[in-house]
C-alpha cells in the first residue's frame, strides 16, 4: 500500500515543475506533463495559487509565487546551522575558502563562508557577496544542477558532466572557483545552493573537486535527514 497522499503529490510535482520553467508553463501543458485532466491541473493551480506559491500572469503562463521567496527565507537559517561545521572541515580539507552560495533571480548570493585556518594569501568572499549565475563557479553549479536548455553554455554543459564547476579569474583576478549544486529534494522547488571553495592560483584543483563533491554529497544527506 502506498503511504504517499496523491493529491498533494501531483500538487508538490506540480510545483516542481513549474519551478523547472522559468518562461512560464501553461495549464493545458502542465495537465500534458503530469499525464492528469485538464480540470484537475485547473484545481491544483487554484490551490497552488491560493497560498502564494505561484501566479498566472495576464497572457497566462503560470510561474512561481511570492510564496516560494518567502518559504526559501526561512529555511536559510536551517541551512546554515546544519553547514557550518562541515563547511569550516572543507575550508580545513582544501586550505581555501569555503563558501554556500543560493540563486536569487538571475544572481548567485554567498549566505554562508568558513576561512581556513592556514595560509597567508586568501580571496575575499563575504556574505551578501553577489554576482550574475552565468558567472563565477557557484553560479555555474547552480546552472548546471538545472535540467539541460540549448542556450547552455559550454562551462554549464561541462559541469553538468563533470559534477563540479571549476572557473579562473572570472570573478576576482588569480581567483580559483570550485563548486558543486547540493542536491536534495528540499532545492528541488525554489531553493537553489551550491557549496564550493574560491583560493589563488596555487588551489590543488583535483583534491579541491572531490572535496567539493564529497561535501555536497554529505550536506544533502544532512538536510534530508
Known amino acids: 500500500m502506498s503511504t504517499t497522499l496523491q493529491t498533494l503529490d501531483r500538487g508538490l510535482s506540480a510545483l516542481e515543475l513549474i519551478a523547472e520553467h522559468s518562461e512560464g508553463i501553461t ?38 509565487g511570492a510564496g516560494i521567496a518567502l518559504l526559501a527565507s526561512r529555511f536559510e537559517p536551517q541551512l546554515r546551522a546544519v553547514a557550518q561545521p562541515l563547511l569550516q572541515a572543507l575550508a580545513k580539507a582544501t586550505r581555501a575558502t569555503a563558501f554556500i552560495s543560493v540563486a536569487q533571480g538571475e544572481e548567485c548570493v554567498v ?3 568558513a576561512e581556513p585556518d592556514e595560509g597567508l594569501l586568501r580571496v575575499g ?3 551578501g557577496s553577489r554576482h550574475p549565475l552565468s558567472q563565477g563557479a557557484a553560479g555555474i553549479a547552480i546552472l548546471a544542477a ?6 547552455d553554455s559550454e562551462a554549464v ?6 559534477g563540479y564547476s571549476l572557473t579562473r579569474g572570472q570573478l576576482q583576478r588569480g581567483a580559483v572557483g570550485v563548486a558543486s549544486a547540493i542536491a536534495t529534494p528540499q532545492f528541488r522547488a525554489g531553493v537553489e545552493a551550491c557549496i564550493g571553495v574560491v583560493a589563488m ?10 572535496e567539493v563533491i564529497s561535501h555536497a554529497r554529505h550536506l544533502a544527506e544532512l538536510i534530508g535527514q
Open 27 to 64: 495549464i493545458a501543458e502542465l495537465a500534458r506533463q503530469l499525464d492528469v485532466h485538464r480540470a484537475i491541473a485547473y484545481r491544483l493551480v487554484a490551490t497552488l495559487e491560493s497560498h502564494a506559491l505561484i501566479t498566472r500572469t495576464d497572457e497566462g503562463p503560470i510561474r512561481l
Open 111 to 113: 549566505i554562508l563562508v
Open 125 to 127: 568572499y563575504r556574505v
Open 146 to 151: 538545472r535540467p539541460p536548455r540549448k542556450d
Open 157 to 162: 554543459r561541462q559541469a553538468r558532466a563533470d
Open 201 to 210: 592560483d596555487d588551489l590543488d584543483t583535483e583534491r579541491a573537486s572531490h
